[in-house]
């Protein structure tokens, strides 16, 4: 913005609506016929251009004079929607703030009285426009009054955008040397890990001790329960793969498919219920049976090691052998075989069309990979149930890359591109390190990391992901994100970014629909890319010591989570008050600090030099043991005690 703009955008603004309701644009553009006199004029004033660390926004009033609705009104580029060539319309919202006497004045309304607007230009939109006239035109609610440019139109420009943030030529490589292993458990757990457990399980008093109790007493719940574990699902809906097998909690997307739709779906048997989270339930099964053989004395009443292997590995076997296929029994390789259905039975339609994502349940062969490689450290596989188990994991392998590559082609195709850079494609690179380390497979190992070449290739490989995910140190935001819909973090949805970001923060941030997502969703990132730490940790590479190009870290992550937790308390709301210590705190008022405790858990674990996660260890703890995700397996024992 040149000097003699920065000059008039400092007055403009500095003036009010009461001097400025008829003042004359400083640019003449061509004028819209006449208006139908049986109803008001459109009228309104553009107070000015607001640039401030929740990002760009116009303000100013706006309204069909007489009525008392709240009007739309639409931002134009370049010029006006009257001329010829007509303007750019750039983005629209409406004209339902607050006002004050005179505008109601103006607008000849004492009974609406809500005229004033304030609406957000988005960073994507100001890398192309910047520099160019801003027009606001008011759209009538009644007649046909012409949907006039209000006062101060072409007196603005758009203002210039933020920096982009620019990808680097390449991205720095994960330090270290593979390390094959011959023996299970290698992936998420050793051995040694295993034992290292058990000990701290037989301690009277400690953490683990009581953890491990809880987790007896899950698997003995769950092999008493009256549920057909051996149900298996093979049909397209990912509702169903979700809730059957995936997600042992009722996700926060699939609500509509209620218990006797499951039944159906999974062909219940008679007088049971459907599984929820099948591979979870496996997945810690297989890890209280393997803790008990590390040495990990059974509470009183607690199950068999034998016992709840034998649930595991029922599990496992009937998804090996009946899921995931299509009606010629192929495994469903391409997102095209899988479908998102309403509750009326119709395709549920997205912003990429009927493209469902069919990736989302990636997330529970992370926890069948743990439950194959538990059993078989058990030795309680046979080999025939071991090529089984093998088979189906090849294949899944196979259908995560394949579907990861050509989903990540859409997204990035998609107006809000830089939105693929989230939870659910950690979960899908975390399932492929993860099925690669079962297999002992390097070379796919480090595809996954890297991107490989020919028919390993990974579009989107982990340290690409790593880097667009965690922001570091005098980082700007990524742009193409789903625009704010207020310039207030409390009013606006579903999405919501300042034009800030701190160290540590992470790209999920921007979801804003409820409460829940603003930090469930960055935590649910972050625990991925711990997993994923944890794989490459026992494969002789260091995921926890990474940094990207932009000098983040898991590490400087967890941190930057970890100061809501200290400021604002573990699963408290954030507010303006609470949270003032916290860099760019603005991001995230009206969100709960939920998912925060287990990550500063074992953050507190892998960095034990760390003092903010170190001292944050014990309300973590009691934030944990209320939480969902309290026997979490594959991070089970990730703690300090």
Known sequence: MTKRWKVRFVVRAALGALCCISLAPLRTFAQPPKADSAAGRIVGHIDGVAVDTSGAHVRGWACQQGRPESIAVYIYASDSAHESPKGILSTAGKADLDEELAVDAACKDTVGRKHRFDVPLPGALLVKLHGMWLFVHGIRVVGTVENAAIAGSGTFQFPDAPPVRKAPASYPPVAGHYVSLNEHPRVFDTRADLQDIA?????????????????????????????????????????????????????????????????????????????????????????????????????????????????????????????????????????????????????????????????????????????QDLLQGLGAVTPAEQARLD????????????????????????RYSDETYNNQYVGHLTALLAISRLFDDAENLKAVLGGGKGARTVKLPWIELFDHVIYGPNDTPLLNITPNSSPDPLKSHPGYQTAIVAAGEINDRYRHSNPSQGMGYPMGSLEGLYMAAEILKNSGLDGYGYRGAHGQSIEMATQYYACFAKSVGFTRVVTKENSRQCPDAMQYWGMVVNGVHSNVLIGAYRFPGDPALVELNAPAKAAFVKSASSLEPILFGKWRD
């Open 391 to 414: 088979a189906f994991h090849h294949n899944m392998f196979d259908v995560i890359r394949a579907i990861n590559n050509a989903e990540y082609g859409v997204s990035m195709g998609w």
């Open 199 to 371: 000990t701290r399980a037989n301690t009277p008093g400690s953490f683990t001790a009581e953890r491990f109790s809880a987790l007896a007493a899950r698997v003995r719940r769950d092999l008493a329960a009256k549920i057909d574990w051996e149900a298996t699902y093979s049909g397209c809906d990912m509702e169903i793969y979700l809730r059957g097998f995936a997600y042992e909690q009722k996700p926060a997307y699939g609500n509509d498919r209620s218990e006797e739709d499951l039944g159906r779906a999974l062909q219940v048997r008679s007088g049971l219920a459907p599984p929820h989270g099948a591979a979870i339930v496996a997945a810690r099964a297989a890890l209280y049976a393997a803790l008990v053989q590390a040495g990990a004395t059974p509470p009183a009443g607690g199950p068999t090691a034998d016992a709840a292997s034998s649930l595991a590995k029922r599990i496992v076997l009937a998804w090996a052998d009946h899921g995931f296929r299509d009606d010629a029994g192929a495994f469903r390789d391409r997102d095209e075989k899988y479908c998102d259905l309403n509750p009326d039975g119709k395709p549920h339609v997205t912003q990429f069309g009927t493209f469902v994502g069919a990736l989302t349940h990636a997330r529970g062969v992370i926890y069948s990979v743990e439950a």
